[in-house]
C-alpha cells in the first residue's frame, strides 16, 4: 500500500524498490496507491490490513509522523499500530519554482517573496504533508509570507507549479528531479545541512539560512501482530534489494540516497521524527482539524 497518489515521490521511489523486491522474493508486488489526506486514508488501510505478511506498508515522515499531528483524534499510532520492516531511503527536499519567474538564486527568491511584485502561492502534496511542513519552515526561517496551496497529493502539487498555477513548493527530490532535468521546473536550493553530490551546482538552504536542516526518510511496515519471522524475511529481502547496483542507480537520478536500517534502527527513527514534527508544528503554530 503506497498512501500517495501516483506520480508521487513517495509512489516513485516505491516502485523502483518494488520491481527488484519482487524479484528477490519470487513473489510479483502489487503497488496499491491509496492516496488522500496527505497519506492519512492509506496509513489507516493499512493498519485494518491482516498481519499475515501480504500487506505492505510505504511509511513516510509525512505519512507517519506528520499528517496525524495535525488531527485531533488521529486513527492510527506510528508506533502502536504497525511494525516496522525496514528503512530504506533518505528524502531530501527540492525548492522549486516555475522557470518563467525572474527567480535564480535563493537570494532572488527571498527577494522576489518579499517584494510583493505578484502572486507567489506555495503548493503542496495537502495539508500535513512533507512539503507543507518544509515549506511553513522554510518560511518561518526566511521570514517571508507565501499564501498555502494544498493539493491532493505531490504529483499534483509538482503540477500545478509547472503550470504556473502555482508559483513554489519545497518538494522531496523525486518528485522534483524528472522536472527539473526536462526543465520544467527550476531547482533554487536543497534542504540538507549542505551541499549534497546528489544534486551537482544546487546549494543547500543552510548556506543562506544557518542551521536550516528537514529531510525525511521512507521505509516499510507491517500490520501490527505480524509474526517476527515474516518480519525478518521481508527485513533480509529489503536489505539485498538495496544492495542491486540497479537500484542505487535508479535512487541516485532521483536524488535519494540509499539508508537501510533494521526493525530497531528504523523504530528509533521514526520515534526521533514523531518529536522533531511535533515540535516544528507547534513552533510554526500550524492549526489541527
Known sequence: IV????????????????????????????????GGAAGVIGMEIGKEANPDGYTVITATTAAMTIARLMMKNPPYHPLNDYEPVAEFAATLNVLV??????INTLKDFIDYAKSGKGTFNMASAGFGSQSHLAGAYFQQEAHLKSLHVPYKGGGASSASVVSGESQWSLIPSAAAMRHVSSGRLRAIAETLPKRTALLPGIPAIAEAIPGFDYSGWQGFVVPKGTPKAIIEKLRAAV?????????????AFQATEVDVRGPAAFRKVIEESMVKNAQLVQSLGLAVN
Open 97 to 102: 519554482i516555475n522557470p518563467k519567474l525572474p
Open 239 to 251: 536489505a539485498k534489494t538495496m544492495e542491486a547496483p540497479e537500484v542505487k542507480k535508479a535512487l
Open 3 to 34: 498512501p500517495n497518489g501516483p506520480g508521487s515521490s513517495v509512489d516513485t521511489l516505491t516502485r523502483i524498490v518494488a520491481t527488484k523486491l519482487s524479484e528477490v522474493l519470487g513473489q510479483q508486488l502489487v503497488v496499491d496507491n491509496r
